[in-house]
C-alpha cells in the first residue's frame, strides 16, 4: 500500500486526521467571527455587505471556500468512520460502566455535540449562506438583522453556540494531543488558547447575536 | 461486613455467559478483594458448585494478572491500585457489587472474569524490544543517561500490562499500554536502533488486533494502577509522525 494511505488508515493518522481538520477549522472560526464584528456598526450593515460582496466575488475565497467545504466533509466523515470502529472494538457492553468518574462531559458528549453541531450548520447555512450564494442576494446584513428579531431563532442560536464551545472543550486540545504538542511544557499554554477557541469565539458569536436582537430592531424597521 | 456480589459467569469462550448473584458473607474490611473472592469461592466449592475464576498471581500490585471490572471502574474504585491492593473497606456494609471481566474485542473472554490478553503479547513481540551487542559485559556507565529521561523512561515502564487502559477506554483504544512501550524504549539510547521500526510496527500490530482508536478521553490514565500518564501518549503520536518523514 501507498505510504500515505498507510499512515492515513493508521488508527494514528485517523486521529491526525481529525486532528488538522478540526484545527483548520476552529481558525475558520477566527476569520468568520472578524466578519461578523461588522454587522456590529451602525451603518445599516453597509460595511457588512461590502465584505460579503468580497467574499462571493473573489475567486480566492471562492476556492478555498470549496476547500472548507472539503475539509468539514473529510472531518465528519473520517469521525464517522472512527466512531463505527471505535464501537466495534467492545461487542460486548459492560453491565455497569462509571466513565463519568473518570472523564469530562464534553469528552463522552462528542459524538452527540458533533451531531447537534452539523444540525445547526445546515440551518445556519440554509437561512443565510444559501441566500447569498445560491440565490445571489447583496442585502445580507439586512437578513441577519430581520432574522434575529425572531426569539426562537437567537434562543437556537445560543444553544447551538454552547454546543460549538462544548465541541471545542474537548476537541481543541484534543487536536495537540493527538499531534503530540500537548507535552508538560506546552499543556499550559495550550490550555489558554483553548480558552479563546471554546470560551471566548463561541461567546463573541453570542454577543453579536443578542446585540442584534436588542439593538437591530431600528435598522430593520428603517429598511422597510 | 456482608455483601452481596453480582458476578459475571461464562463456562468458555463460546458460552453466552450470564450474571449470577452470590452473597459474601462476614467478610473483613481489611481484607483483599481477592481475598474476598478466595472466601466466596471457598463456599463455592464447599457446596460443590464451580468457584469464580480469576486472573491473579503475586497480589502486591506488580504483576498485572489480577483486573476486573467493579462497579463499573476498572480495579475498582481507589486511584493506583490493581484489584489485588484494593480493600473491601473501601465498600459500605451491605453493599451489591457488580463484577465484570475487561470487556474488548481483542480481549476475549476466557471464562468468567479471566480474559486473553496475548493481543498484548503480540504487540511486545511486534516492537517492545532492542538489539543488543553480544561479546563482552559493557562496562558499567559507558552508556550515559541523564537523570530526568531515565526517570521519565522509568515512569513508562512502570506498566505491567494489566489491560486497565483498554478496559477503562470507551474505545478499548491500547494507545497508554503501547505508548508506554514506545515512549520507555525511545527514550533511552539502547532503544534508539529500532526506534522508528518499532512505533510503526507496535502500532499496526494495535490496529491488526482490533483495538479501538484513542479519543482523548484520558480514562486510561485515571484508570492505571501505575499512574502512566497521557504525554507518553503524545509521544507516541510525536513519533509516529517522525518516522513517517
Known amino acids: ?224 | 461486613m456482608n455483601l452481596t456480589l453480582k458476578v459475571w459467569r461464562q463456562k468458555d469462550k463460546n458460552d453466552e455467559g450470564r450474571f449470577i448473584e452470590y452473597s459474601a458473607k462476614n467478610i473483613s474490611p481489611d481484607m483483599s478483594f481477592l481475598e474476598m473472592l478466595d472466601i466466596v469461592n471457598i463456599d463455592l466449592v464447599k457446596k460443590g458448585e464451580t468457584p469464580i475464576v480469576f486472573d491473579h498471581d503475586c497480589r502486591e500490585g506488580i504483576c498485572g494478572s489480577c483486573g476486573m471490572m467493579i462497579n463499573g471502574r476498572a480495579h475498582g474504585p481507589g486511584r493506583g491500585i490493581a484489584t489485588c491492593q484494593l480493600h473491601m473497606r473501601s465498600f459500605a456494609d451491605d453493599d451489591e457489587i457488580v463484577i465484570e471481566p475487561w470487556r474488548a474485542k481483542s480481549f476475549p473472554v476466557l471464562k468468567d472474569l479471566m480474559v486473553d490478553r496475548t493481543s498484548f503479547e503480540r504487540i511486545m513481540r511486534s516492537g517492545g524490544y532492542t538489539s543488543a551487542k553480544t561479546g563482552g559485559i559493557p562496562d558499567g556507565n559507558s552508556i550515559l543517561v541523564p537523570k530526568p529521561v531515565a526517570d521519565e523512561a522509568f515512569d513508562a515502564a512502570a506498566c505491567i500490562g494489566c489491560g486497565a487502559c483498554v478496559a477503562a477506554c470507551p474505545n478499548s483504544s491500547a494507545m497508554l499500554f503501547v505508548s508506554a512501550k514506545v515512549s520507555q524504549l525511545a527514550l533511552l539510547p539502547q532503544g534508539q536502533a529500532e526506534r522508528e521500526t518499532r512505533v510503526q510496527r507496535m502500532v499496526a500490530q494495535m490496529d491488526e488486533e482490533k483495538f479501538g482508536s484513542c479519543s482523548n478521553t484520558y480514562a486510561c490514565e485515571a484508570e492505571c494502577p501505575k499512574g502512566i500518564s497521557v504525554v507518553h501518549i503524545a509521544r507516541l503520536n510525536r513519533e509516529y509522525i517522525t518516522a513517517q518523514l
Not at chain 1, 38 to 62: C, Q
Not at chain 1, 194 to 214: H, S
Open chain 1, 1 to 224: 500500500m501507498n505510504p500515505f494511505f498507510k499512515f492515513i488508515n493508521s488508527s494514528v493518522g485517523k486521529k491526525i486526521l481529525m486532528s488538522l481538520t478540526g484545527m483548520l477549522l476552529s481558525i475558520f472560526l477566527v476569520e468568520h467571527l472578524a466578519g461578523n464584528l461588522l454587522l456590529l456598526k451602525n451603518d445599516s450593515g453597509e460595511a457588512f455587505n461590502a465584505y460579503a460582496k468580497f467574499m462571493g466575488g473573489n475567486p480566492i475565497v471562492r476556492t478555498m471556500e470549496i476547500g472548507l467545504l472539503g475539509i468539514i466533509l473529510l472531518h465528519i466523515f473520517n469521525g464517522i468512520r472512527l466512531w463505527l470502529e471505535n464501537r466495534g472494538a467492545r461487542d460486548k457492553k459492560y453491565d455497569s460502566y462509571q466513565l463519568s468518574e473518570n472523564t469530562t462531559l464534553q469528552s463522552r458528549m462528542m459524538k452527540l455535540s458533533a451531531a447537534l453541531f452539523l444540525w445547526f450548520l445546515i440551518v445556519h447555512m440554509r437561512t443565510f449562506w444559501f441566500h447569498a450564494r445560491i440565490l445571489g442576494e447583496h442585502d445580507i446584513a439586512s437578513l441577519v438583522y430581520s432574522t434575529f428579531q425572531q426569539l426562537w431563532y437567537v434562543v437556537f442560536y445560543l444553544g447551538s453556540l454552547v454546543v460549538v464551545g462544548f465541541h471545542l472543550r474537548h476537541g481543541f486540545q484534543s487536536a495537540f494531543q493527538t499531534l503530540g504538542l500537548r507535552t508538560k511544557k506546552y499543556q499550559s499554554l495550550i490550555d489558554f488558547i483553548a480558552v479563546l477557541f471554546w470560551f471566548v469565539i463561541p461567546a463573541g458569536f453570542a454577543f453579536i447575536t443578542i446585540f442584534i436582537y436588542l439593538y437591530k430592531g431600528n435598522a430593520v424597521a428603517l429598511a422597510q
